[in-house]
């Protein structure tokens, strides 16, 4: 039998942030080396406390992605012509040191910047982030978790103190109302959903959401509400809510502050304002509100329809709002809860070292540049002193001239950054751009000067941070092709060739790095200075922070504040909000439509570098884009079920096959995220605290072809 395992190993998932547990069996090698052989395939886990034995497609399918053909084996370079010819890594290295530090010198330390990632080891982005800011003078560089969870970390940050999820997988099963925010857990978060189906308490299963998800189809009441008004729905509710005197009154008290102006805030948001804002029925809202306050253990969940909005940080606050005056907070089955999106976005959110230091510091703090440099011994005059441009101000400062060099780690723009037609041009100015990827074939990837050759997940060690907050280990299993390194050596290689390596001394390798980041979390709020190592994570299921060194809860699954305590130095949680601002572009005249963008399947992931590699993966999924119109529209307009028809907005316009549907509103048009056309038609708006782009909604028309 040509894959017959000789032993079996575990590892999470490098996918998305759920961190489902797999177990790798591996053969031994040619002179009987135990898993010399490397892994042959794969199967879920039964014991670890995420997934309990389940995994989705894209978990399944983790290794076949590893053996394309279009993987980078070896470093590619631009020649005189503009073609990317191999070199060696040592022509690489020397060509990354002397283009930088060329523009470096011309332009200013600044004036090259880096895009990173929330697909990458912890350990692996705190080296990159130390090694660019501390090492090659770096100020500017920020992660593609800008375009998913920037919104919900700033919400924290500013409502609870810390960007500090509270749940655990658990509140899936023991709340007996589950709020889904935006979010199409049946999809996007597979096993997640799972863990809902386990639920045994005959929960309601509201679903806020414009579509008819599958997540909406399994509801008990699905909120069809328009694109974007989910925060005037909370304020509503909220609303009722303190007009019935159904308030926690103690844990308001006790551990908020503002709720007496948030109190006054919500007044005008009734029901019948609320109804025409967001087009539901007040009796609707009036059953929605009824339904919640039926029920004991209320628990709202939010991911990307909250954060890609234009007002997205003050929607998710609106959700933390209503959970902080029902008292939702710390207990079984409840919580604001924002599911993350990739499967390290929160170690990157944590310590990637962008826009803020290290172990979730800031830049701006003397203490902080002081701690950071102690723990690390580096000259704190290396640390910089403010905060990273953010991914939006980068592009900016490219087409301003003030970026001139650009490395991007693991991350797509030319495919995923909103309104990517601009993004063309803007990365077509640059006088040198490099990637570092998995794969040569990248829209980003060809268009690099130079391409350096990464290891991907099973051909590298390190850890990543689930939604949950729990650090899974990540084992390399699988050599990686051709000359293709693990990003940890790569950072370590450009830190020696740039000069600054022996500041990295004690970065050996991924657990030492490790270590490092157990110094770096320890007196925050995400402290796991109590893990010992990677074999204690591997023994223990993964662990979830805090975990410090002393008086660490040993229980598998934990929540964060059930003593009613919040990160803010006074203990409070802070109601925030303000008044909610209309769509950037609404719909209307030429562009009647409202164009909605999303994920279109839980066989594939963001751009589909790795998913489009695996042959089940593509056969479950189709491969041109389709976009999704409602059955009455698609009348008016004379459309049939997959007619090839345009889909434009002021900045493109793309074809696509037409899939008419009840589940899109009237009105409404949807494109998948997974396909490079999408975003030739977003519109390039932002939240205006996290920074995060507006993916979510802009106008459009349908024309037939
Ligand atoms: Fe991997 Fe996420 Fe699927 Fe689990 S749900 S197998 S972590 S992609």
């Known amino acids: 039998v040509v894959n017959q395992p000789d032993r079996t190993t575990t590892a999470v998932c490098g996918y998305c942030s759920t961190g489902c547990g797999l177990n790798i069996h591996l053969q031994d090698g040619p002179n009987g080396e135990p898993g010399g052989g490397g892994a042959v395939n794969l199967t879920p886990t039964t014991e670890y406390p995420v997934n309990l034995g389940m995994a989705c497609p894209k978990g399944w399918e983790a290794l076949a992605v590893l053996d394309a053909p279009d993987r980078a084996v070896a470093p590619l370079l631009k020649d005189g012509h503009g073609k990317q010819k191999p070199v060696n890594w040592d022509q690489a290295l020397d060509t990354f040191r002397d283009r930088f530090q060329a523009i470096q010198k011309e332009h200013g330390a600044e004036s090259v910047a880096f895009l990173s990632t929330g697909q990458i080891p912890t350990e692996e982005m ?66 997640m959903w799972e863990r809902v189906m386990r639920n045994k308490q005959k929960p309601e299963i509201l679903v806020l959401d414009p579509r008819a998800t599958e997540t909406a189809m399994n509801a008990t009441l699905h909120l069809p509400a328009k694109p974007k008004s989910d925060q005037s729905f909370f304020y509503g509710l909220a609303n009722y809510f303190i007009q019935n005197g159904w308030v926690d009154r103690d844990f308001v008290a006790n551990h908020t502050a503002g709720f007496e102006e948030y109190a006054r805030f919500v007044e005008a948001f009734t029901f019948e304002r609320v109804s025409k804002e967001t087009g539901l029925p007040a009796e609707t809202l009036r059953d929605a509100a009824l339904r919640i306050r039926a029920r004991e253990r209320v628990s709202a969940w939010w991911t990307m329809g909250v954060n890609q909005s234009h007002q997205g940080t003050r929607t998710a606050q609106a959700i933390i709002n209503f959970q902080l005056l029902t008292g939702s907070f710390g207990k079984p089955g409840t919580g604001a809860n924002s599911i993350t999106g990739q499967c390290n976005a929160m170690g990157s959110r944590l310590f990637s070292n962008t826009t803020g230091l290290l172990g979730g510091r800031d830049f701006k703090k003397a203490a902080d540049r002081a701690a950071v440099a102690g723990m690390l011994n580096v000259p704190e005059e290396r640390i910089p002193d403010r905060d990273s441009l953010a991914y939006p101000e980068i592009i900016e400062g490219i087409l301003k001239g003030k970026i001139r060099g650009l490395w991007v780690i693991a991350t797509n723009p030319a495919h995923s950054w909103i309104n990517r037609n601009q993004l063309d041009d803007v990365l077509s100015r640059l006088d040198f751009l490099v990637v570092q990827d998995m794969y040569h074939s990248t829209e980003t990837a060809k268009i690099a000067d130079l391409v350096l050759p990464a290891a991907g997940w099973g051909e590298k060690d390190g850890t990543v941070i689930n939604s949950e907050r729990r650090i899974g280990l990540l084992k390399k299993v699988r050599k990686a092709p051709g000359q293709a390194l693990a990003d940890f050596s790569i950072f370590k290689l450009i830190a020696d060739r740039w000069g600054c390596g022996e500041l990295f001394e004690e970065w050996t390798d991924p657990e030492a790095a490790f270590h490092i980041l157990k110094r770096l979390s320890a007196g925050m709020p995400c402290d796991f200075s109590g893990i010992r190592d990677y074999r204690h994570l591997d023994e223990a299921g993964g662990v979830q922070w805090p975990y410090p060194a002393e008086g660490a809860d040993p229980a598998v ?110 009105g409404c048009l949807f494109l998948p995220m997974h396909y490079p056309e999408t975003n030739q038609l977003t519109d390039g708006q932002f939240d205006p605290y996290s920074r995060q782009p507006a993916y979510k909604a802009c106008a459009a028309r349908l024309l037939a072809d």
């Open 126 to 191: 705190a080296l990159l982030g130390a090694v660019a800011k501390f090492g090659m003078g770096l100020v500017h560089g920020d992660g593609n978790t800008r375009q998913c969870m920037a919104t919900a970390a700033v919400a924290y940050k500013q409502s609870v103190g810390f960007d500090a999820p509270p749940y655990t997988y658990a509140d899936f099963e023991e709340s007996d109302c589950l709020i889904f925010v935006g979010a199409n857990p049946c999809l996007a978060h597979p096993i």
């Open 557 to 666: 699954e934990r929540r964060l504040f059930a003593d009613g305590r919040f990160y803010h130095a006074d203990g409070r949680a802070k109601f925030l909000f303000e008044e909610p601002r209309p769509l950037p572009e609404a719909a209307g005249g030429k562009y009647p439509f409202t164009l909605l963008t999303g994920r279109g399947s839980a066989s594939q992931w963001h751009t589909q570098t790795r998913t489009s590699k695996s042959a089940v993966l593509r056969k479950l999924y189709p491969d041109s884009v389709y976009v999704e119109v409602h059955v009455r529209d698609a009348r008016r307009l004379q459309i049939a079920p997959e007619q090839t028809v345009r889909v434009e907005s002021q900045r493109g316009s793309i074809r696509a096959k037409a899939f008419v549907t009840n589940g899109v509103p009237e």
